[in-house]
């Protein structure tokens, strides 16, 4: 299990809010190991997180050049 952490933040609130997403679905994934439809639960949380990922990254790639991105990370 993954504990988000004020550590981790990029002080870019969307894209926190997108990495808290990220960390809450892997989270689901591991909890989900022990359930009955393993193969079921197991396949429908990592075809949402790989999705979720992919625009997780998009996002940040489109954004990583703007300048209140560029500031917000020199702050980090």
Known sequence: MVTW???????????????????????????EADEKDLHKTVGDILEELIKYTVYHFSFEESHILKPEFIFALILI
């Open 5 to 31: 952490s004020d550590e981790y933040s990029v002080n870019i609130r969307e894209i926190d809010s997108q990495h808290k997403k990220l960390v809450k679905l892997i989270n689901s994934l591991h909890a």
